[in-house]
């Protein structure tokens, strides 16, 4: 079956393919919101210099490391076609993505 992006969900895993569907698409937007959050904060403290104070420096570092955790998402969602285990292992944007949140979620 062909969803809505052009992928093939027939190998989902324990998932129905509308629940992968509904995956897919909860992570592209949350991670899409997560992003255009980030990028407000981090302008906020770049274009007001008023907000340039310990604590909204340690807010913007956040920032950053919430913005790169959820490109890592994003780059999941978008390397890996259909959920299989060996291709996960395989997959360079799979690994990049697995790197990324790792390392970003834990800041």
Not at 3 to 23: H, K, R, V, W
Request: hydrophobic share 50%; aromatic share 16%; charged share 10%.
């Amino acid at each position: 079956m062909t969803t809505l992006l052009g992928e093939d969900l027939s190998c989902a895993g324990p998932f129905t393919e509308a629940q992968t569907l509904a995956i897919k698409v909860s992570t592209f937007t949350f991670a899409g919101l997560s992003i255009v959050g980030s990028f407000m904060i981090i302008f906020s403290y770049w274009y007001f210099h008023s907000l340039r104070t310990f604590p909204y420096k340690l807010i913007v570092f956040l920032s950053v490391a919430n913005l790169f955790s959820s490109v890592g998402y994003f780059l999941g969602e978008i390397g890996l076609k259909d959920f299989d285990e060996v291709e996960c292992n395989n997959n360079a944007g799979c690994i990049i993505s697995a790197v990324m949140t790792q390392f970003f979620d834990v800041a």
